[in-house]
Antibody, heavy 122, light 108 residues
Framework: QVLLQESGPGLVRPSETLSLTCSVS?????????WGWIRQSPGKGLEWIGN???????YYNPSLNSRVTISMDKSKNQFFLKMNSVTAADTAVYFC???????????????WGQGILVTVSA | EIVLTQSPGTLSLSPGDRATLSCRAS???????LAWYQQRPGQAPSLLIY???TRATDIPERFSGGGSGTDFTLTIANLQPEDFAVYFC?????????FGPGTKLEIK
């Protein structure tokens, strides 16, 4: 059974960098599949952030592309999200998820981690 | 990007009823690359359906998906108490991946 768990600071100051970790158990992220981040806020609903693959290939939502980096550490079975220059609009619950990737730079998600609330505030 | 609209916003039904949820896309969803998720309060979304009509692993047969082009439906037969939740559609026919705003299925 694949389990994902997000971790990181629950409070980030405006203009700083949001950094989250997704720890995966029950499956080696270096063997297969893409791994992604999605966020959910009352104002914007569910929003795809981006995905990473074992070779280091990453794909991002163009609306966030310039601020986001997703990477992975196969040795720790973890992948990471970094989002810089955050504002209050980045306040959301952030989920990590295993992604079934198509050949069209898209995919569907399952399972998901339980999510972590990140608040951007001074 | 493709905008997904879900209707109704809230659906009030009783256990044992049949629920029909709609997801409409602003343009054709290529290859019927559409997924449905269920989200219970305080939990993460959980995959129900992908490729418009293929049930994910361990999803009961009372959940069925259909549609193509711009119009898709999720049908839940014989509603069980645990089915009352929020349901989201998601398209992955073209990047960026987008989600609908959700339909809340509540007990009448």
């Amino acid at each position: 059974q694949v389990l994902l768990q997000e971790s990181g600071p629950g409070l980030v100051r405006p203009s700083e960098t949001l950094s989250l970790t997704c720890s995966v158990s029950g499956f080696s992220i270096g063997s297969q599949y893409y791994w992604g981040w999605i966020r959910q806020s009352p104002g914007k609903g569910l929003e795809w952030i981006g995905n990473v693959y074992l070779g280091g290939s990453s794909y991002y939502n163009p609306s966030l592309n310039s601020r986001v980096t997703i990477s992975m550490d196969k040795s720790k079975n973890q992948f990471f999200l970094k989002m810089n220059s955050v504002t209050a609009a980045d306040t959301a619950v952030y989920f990590c998820a295993k992604t079934f990737w198509t050949g069209y730079y898209t995919g569907w998600f399952g399972p998901w981690g339980q999510g972590i609330l990140v608040t951007v505030s001074a | 990007e493709i905008v997904l609209t879900q209707s109704p916003g809230t659906l009030s039904l009783s256990p044992g009823d049949r629920a029909t949820l709609s997801c409409r896309a602003s343009e054709t969803v290529n290859r019927a690359y559409l997924a449905w998720y269920q989200q219970r309060p305080g939990q993460a979304p959980s995959l129900l359906i992908y490729a418009a009509s293929t049930r994910a692993t361990d999803i009961p047969e009372r959940f069925s998906g259909g549609g193509s082009g711009t119009d898709f439906t999720l049908t839940i037969a014989n509603l069980q108490p645990e089915d009352f939740a929020v349901y989201f559609c998601q398209q992955y026919g073209v990047s960026p991946i987008t989600f609908g705003p959700g339909t809340k299925l509540e007990i009448k």
